[in-house]
């Protein structure tokens, strides 16, 4: 299948540092997004490590036997005891971590991981659909019925996840695969992105932009005139099976990254 993207990350309004990070793959095989915490340094390091060293793991064990979600584990386990073996080198970063979600397309299949509170979604037919569940306290008293959707959404701890990498008790590492069809479009984002932008706002700007660039482009705008309280990163993905079956997307559509 024909492939097209583009990614950008925004320090947003309010932050002096962005300590989210975005990696790529410039022939369009895996993506991947992080959002650092724990301070200024820590959270830039972390989120910049799990990127490289997933994508690194990634490109190295790409044509091995491994199928895709094993490969998917492996590449965040890594990543997690990359972090925790900084943390031990630079005491001064032993609170650092980040979550990553990332997408891989192998083996004419499409799998998702994804640990925190980075989210995919799936965009198809003008329906938006949450492809991640968030490793946060406030998802976990959500399902179990412990709070109203309205609480969830101004709850003190909303923000506060219940893992991330950079932890020796990391539990749970989600993957899934991705029935992808031509003509969908994939978006991964930090929560600068779903902390300030609505659901029904980002289907509509799926819906009408005209390439992935422009996708991106509004989308962090809106964010930002929306608040811009966090650092923002978005990549959007769009399938399909020849030039024809785009909506007349053009050159434009490459990824960028400050990574």
Same mark, same amino acid.
């Given at each position: ?11 947003? #309004? ?18 991947? !997004? ?41 590449? #965040?386990?890594?990543?997690? =005891? ?12 032993a609170e650092m971590g980040t979550t990553v979600v990332a997408v891989v397309f192998r083996e004419d299949k499409s799998w998702c991981v994804h640990v925190g509170d980075s989210r995919l979604y799936l965009w198809r037919d003008n329906i938006l659909t ?7 306290? #406030? ?14 959404? !101004? ?18 590492? &989600? ?20 902390? =300030? !932008? ?11 932009? =005209?390439?992935?660039?422009e996708a991106v482009t509004e989308l962090i705008e809106t964010a930002k005139e929306n608040g811009g309280s966090d650092n923002v990163t978005v990549i959007v993905i769009e399938e399909g099976e020849t030039e024809e079956s785009f909506r007349n997307l &053009? ?9």
């Amino acid at each position: 299948m024909k492939r097209r993207f583009n990614g950008r990350t925004d320090t947003g #309004v309010m932050r002096a540092v962005n300590q989210d990070c975005l990696y790529y793959d410039p022939r369009g095989r895996f993506f991947i !997004v992080a959002d650092g915490m724990g301070g200024h340094a820590g959270g830039q390091e972390a989120s910049k490590i799990a990127t490289q060293v997933i994508s690194d793991y990634l490109e190295e064990h790409w044509e091995s036997d491994l199928n895709s979600e094993n490969l998917l584990h492996q590449a #965040v386990e890594e990543a997690n =005891e990359k972090i925790i073996g900084d943390q031990q080198t630079h005491p001064e970063r032993a609170e650092m971590g980040t979550t990553v979600v990332a997408v891989v397309f192998r083996e004419d299949k499409s799998w998702c991981v994804h640990v925190g509170d980075s989210r995919l979604y799936l965009w198809r037919d003008n329906i938006l659909t949450p492809f991640t569940e968030d490793h946060t306290w #406030v998802a976990w008293a959500l399902k179990s019925g412990t709070i109203s959707p309205e609480e969830a959404g !101004v709850h003190p701890w909303r923000h506060v996840l219940s893992q991330c990498l950079g932890r020796k008790e990391l539990y749970s590492i &989600d993957t899934d695969i991705i029935n992808v069809q031509p003509g969908d479009r994939l978006l991964l984002c930090s929560d600068g992105l779903t902390g =300030e !932008v609505s659901e029904e706002e980002i289907r509509m700007y799926l819906q009408e932009a =005209e390439t992935c660039e422009e996708a991106v482009t509004e989308l962090i705008e809106t964010a930002k005139e929306n608040g811009g309280s966090d650092n923002v990163t978005v990549i959007v993905i769009e399938e399909g099976e020849t030039e024809e079956s785009f909506r007349n997307l &053009d050159e434009a559509d490459t990824l960028s990254s400050e990574y």
